[in-house]
């Protein structure tokens, strides 16, 4: 981060500055850290700052940049990860080891909190801006809205025109866990004209659409059912800011900004995740602030043209008796054989071993199954025998997915399959594994993990560490 400039009387536009110039740049893997740069942009903006938004795979680093820099450092983590905002504590010390002089302590937003990263991403902008006298109120708008002139053509759908969206047709849309069971966990197929490609590890990324008349209701719940249907364009206004992906310049009048407000983020907590009412989440389920993602479960070498998934549709109910359900897993579920609409595709994060000879352990839990098999598709295709599957789940009889695959790979020793089943009484992974996982280790083989982000990483650390201790104590 870097400042030029000085400030000058605004006079009586509160939003007026001199040249004084910020880069924020942001590196990102769901797209948090873009959202949380751009509300750091804007609160800048009312201390007069000019800011720039760049991501780090599009910014080429000059020489001697961090030399007398002044600099700080925000990082997106998850303390159920061991190594808690790492990239941005090495970040951090490396610029200071370059020369650059830190202004703000280095800010670590937590996921697992109550408030999330607001919880310390609040107090941080606010140590940042306290040496400049922030004018009262919002930043200013990234855009100007006006009313579309009645007759006036409106411009294609933006996904029609991506080129990373390709037309999916549903093949298969089956149950694959008991129908008596308490969730519906589901198989999906679909096929595409287009000669798609991905990897193992890869996603989609799917914009569902919302039931109509719950769309009415909320709409005639807020009052907004009379101008629901009016038309407005949209400028981009301040152009250092970025924008949601597919944004139309025509947009039907939602009016869903400015819900909730910081000062009522304690209140909040209190009316909808301490009784999981969902106010907050049905605002973003209307918008396109956060789209859902999924692992493929399939390899693109086995089936061509065809991407495999394998989703728990989301239903329960809250403490106040009220069922509620996920927007994008309802659109899923309720999508038939032939039925069409457009995919996205995202790189994962998955590298493999290419050597034959190289083991891999994958752990994957209930529907965290899917990446799995996508991995193990592909490892079986490319010749592998040496890759070794734990599989977790409640009962062998209700929700042990694609079972019948693992144990024909097995009796065909192209796979060595193991499944916990914590209803049955099973004892999870036996002791005598542990030396196998040890091995594995040893020889710097990868464990490939997929769930739960808090429990289940726990879990598959606290098996690695139980085979360190006893291969020591064996070993003396």
């Given at each position: 981060m870097?400042?030029?400039?000085?400030?000058?009387?605004?006079?009586?536009?509160?939003?007026?500055?001199?040249?004084?110039?910020?880069?924020?740049?942001?590196?990102?893997?769901?797209?948090?850290?873009?959202?949380?740069?751009?509300?750091?942009?804007?609160?800048?903006?009312?201390?007069?700052?000019?800011?720039?938004?760049?991501?780090?795979?599009?910014?080429?680093?000059?020489?001697?940049?961090?030399?007398?820099?002044?600099?700080?450092v925000f990082g997106l983590g998850d303390t159920a990860y061991e190594k808690f905002c790492w990239p941005a504590k090495k970040l951090s010390r490396k610029v200071q080891n370059l020369g650059g002089h830190e202004i703000c302590s280095r800010g670590e937003g937590d996921e697992q909190h109550r408030l999330g990263i607001d919880s310390v991403?609040?107090?941080?902008?606010?140590?940042?801006?306290?040496?400049?006298?922030?004018?009262?109120?919002?930043?200013?708008?990234?855009v100007s809205l006006s009313n579309l002139a009645s007759g006036a053509l409106l411009d294609p759908d933006p996904l029609d025109e991506d080129t990373k969206f390709?037309?999916?047709?549903?093949?298969?849309?089956?149950?694959?866990?008991?129908?008596?069971?308490?969730?519906?966990?589901?198989?999906?197929?679909?096929?595409?004209?287009?000669?798609?490609?991905?990897?193992?590890?890869?996603?989609?990324?799917?914009?569902?659409?919302?039931?109509?008349?719950?769309?009415?209701?909320?709409?005639?719940?807020?009052?907004?059912?009379?101008?629901?249907?009016?038309?407005?364009?949209?400028?981009?206004?301040?152009?250092?800011?970025?924008?949601?992906?597919h944004l139309p310049k025509i947009l039907e009048c939602e009016k869903l900004d400015d819900f909730v407000s910081t000062e009522g983020a304690d209140e909040l907590y209190d009316y909808c995740q301490h009784v999981k009412r969902t106010t907050w989440e049905v605002l973003s389920e209307f918008r396109s602030a956060r789209i859902p993602r999924f692992s493929i479960a399939s390899s693109i070498e086995l089936h061509p043209r065809e991407i495999y998934l394998c989703i728990a549709i989301v239903r329960y109910r809250m403490k106040l008796k009220i069922h509620r359900k996920g927007v994008c897993t309802s659109y899923l579920s309720r999508l038939k054989s032939g039925d069409t609409f457009p995919i996205g595709l995202r790189k994962g994060f998955v590298s493999l071993p290419t050597h034959l000879n190289t083991p891999v352990v994958c752990v994957g839990p209930g529907t965290g199954i899917g990446p799995m098999r996508a991995v193990i598709e592909q490892r079986m295709h490319e010749g592998h025998t040496n890759t070794t599957l734990y599989f977790g789940c409640r009962s062998a009889h209700k929700d042990q997915h694609y079972h019948s695959e693992w144990e024909s790979h097995a009796e065909e020793r192209k796979l060595r399959y193991h499944a916990a089943c914590s209803c049955d009484g099973s004892e999870g992974?036996?002791?005598?594994?542990?030396?196998?996982?040890?091995?594995?280790?040893?020889?710097?083989?990868g464990i490939?993990?997929?769930?739960?982000?808090?429990?289940?990483?726990?879990?598959?650390?606290?098996?690695?560490?139980?085979?360190?201790?006893?291969?020591?104590?064996r070993e003396g």
């Open positions: 870097s400042t030029h400039g000085d400030r000058e009387n605004a006079g009586d536009n509160q939003y007026s500055f001199a040249p004084r110039e910020l880069l924020i740049l942001y590196a990102t893997e769901t797209d948090t850290a873009e959202e949380t740069a751009d509300r750091i942009a804007r609160e800048c903006r009312r201390v007069r700052f000019h800011c720039r938004v760049q991501s780090m795979n599009t910014y080429d680093l000059p020489d001697e940049l961090f030399e007398d820099m002044d600099f700080c991403l609040n107090p941080w902008i606010e140590c940042l801006l306290e040496q400049d006298n922030v004018p009262a109120g919002r930043p200013p708008p990234r390709h037309t999916a047709s549903v093949k298969f849309n089956r149950r694959i866990n008991a129908e008596d069971w308490f969730q519906d966990e589901r198989h999906f197929e679909f096929s595409f004209e287009d000669d798609i490609k991905y990897n193992p590890g890869d996603v989609v990324v799917i914009h569902p659409c919302a039931v109509a008349s719950e769309v009415d209701s909320f709409l005639v719940t807020m009052g907004w059912a009379n101008v629901a249907d009016d038309f407005f364009t949209i400028e981009h206004t301040m152009l250092d800011q970025t924008l949601p992906d992974i036996k002791r005598t594994d542990t030396q196998y996982i040890w091995t594995m280790l040893g020889q710097q083989r490939l993990n997929s769930g739960s982000s808090n429990k289940m990483l726990a879990a598959v650390r606290e098996v690695v560490r139980g085979a360190y201790i006893a291969t020591m104590e």
